[in-house]
């Protein structure tokens, strides 16, 4: 079982920047496929951002350039960086363990 907890969610107004933090416990020994998604209301869930533990990232087409994703490996904690935010990056994100484990989510407003 494995246990992630979110922080660092809240509102900004646009352009602003945000930092998201996730800390995994319980029967995980590596960042390795760690990742966000958001929600947006009205819409599906979808991916920002995964890394691995080699450091190989991949994000959104609408974040790119303006989120990074990073990890802690002796912490077992990623981070999102969250720059430039716009009124679309509105929306709940959650941390992910390959898809499989799920945080419960974390609020992100970004007001124009």
């Known amino acids: 079982q494995v246990h992630l907890v979110e922080s660092g969610g809240g509102l900004v107004q646009s352009g602003g920047s945000l930092r998201l933090s996730c800390a995994a416990s319980?029967?995980?020994?590596?960042?390795?496929?760690m990742g966000w998604y958001r929600q947006a209301p009205g819409k599906q869930r979808e991916l920002v951002a995964r890394i691995t533990s080699e450091g190989s990232t991949n994000y959104a087409d609408s974040v790119k350039d303006r989120f990074t994703i990073s990890g802690d490996k002796s912490k077992n904690t990623v981070y999102l960086q969250m720059n430039s935010l716009k009124s679309e990056d509105t929306g709940i994100y959650y941390c992910t363990v390959r898809s499989v484990w799920w945080g419960q989510g974390t609020q992100v407003t970004v007001s124009s």
């Open positions: 319980g029967s995980i020994f590596s960042i390795n496929g």
